[in-house]
């Protein structure tokens, strides 16, 4: 498959709204009765980049993504770990806020790369078999299905290794979070409709993984 610039722009956005999901989800915000991280609204739509790729590509190509994302993020945090520990001018006061924002401990990387690769990966393996089951028909079926399922994981893996044995440890934010990014995902749907639709009749591409290796470890495949 040619490599055409949609699929460059849309590889570039899911790889941005990623890191950017990590980097603002320190910030706790609170919307009514729900405290939830400031990541809420940004992280579905790497679900919903992640939504067209299989959709209209397929998953050997989502799959590649998927670590390519995986990669890209390992990369930030290993050069803000690096920028940690570089010396601080003597001038320079910020320290502190920059441990505070951007210092991530062991645990919660653990947690978040588990929970993104689970999460993303059965995000698009559910799309892709409903996608032969439904034979292409029922697409919003196949957005929300496979939402509820990765952001399910994503989600509960999260918390759970994040927290758990702590006292910021609160089962109920899970159904919490799972719950706001899978109404996200719902609302968007129109838009994910007329994304699909609009790359489908330009790329003149429309995936369908017959006779696909669902391994998500066989990248070269």
């Not at 940004?42 to 799959?63: C, N, Q």
Request: proline fraction near 4%; aromatic fraction near 16%; include cysteine.
């Amino acid at each position: 498959m040619n490599v055409s610039h949609r699929l460059v722009i849309f590889i570039a956005l899911f790889i941005t709204c990623l890191i950017t999901a990590n980097v603002i989800a320190v910030k706790i915000i609170n919307l009514g009765p729900f405290l939830l991280p400031a990541a809420i609204f940004i992280f579905p739509l790497s679900y919903i980049f992640g939504d067209v790729l299989t959709e209209v590509y397929g998953y050997r190509l989502a799959r590649r993504v998927i670590w390519l994302g995986f990669l890209c993020n390992l990369i930030f945090v290993f050069f803000v770990w690096l920028g940690q520990l570089l010396p601080a001018a003597p001038f320079w006061e910020g320290q502190e806020a920059y441990k505070s924002i951007l210092g991530y401990t062991p645990r919660l990387l653990a947690a978040s790369f588990l929970g993104y690769l689970a999460g993303e990966f059965a995000n698009s393996f559910i799309l892709s078999k409903m996608k032969i089951a439904t034979q292409g028909r029922w697409l919003w079926s196949r957005t929300i299905g496979s939402t509820i399922v990765g952001q399910g994981l994503d989600t509960s893996i999260f918390i759970t290794v994040a927290f758990i044995g702590t006292a910021s440890f609160v089962p109920i934010m899970i159904l919490y979070h799972w719950l706001a990014k899978t109404i996200i995902e719902a609302l968007a749907t129109p838009l994910t409709y007329a994304t699909v639709n609009w790359v489908k009749q330009r790329e003149a591409v429309d995936t369908y993984d017959y006779d696909t290796k669902f391994n998500p470890f066989l990248i070269a495949n």
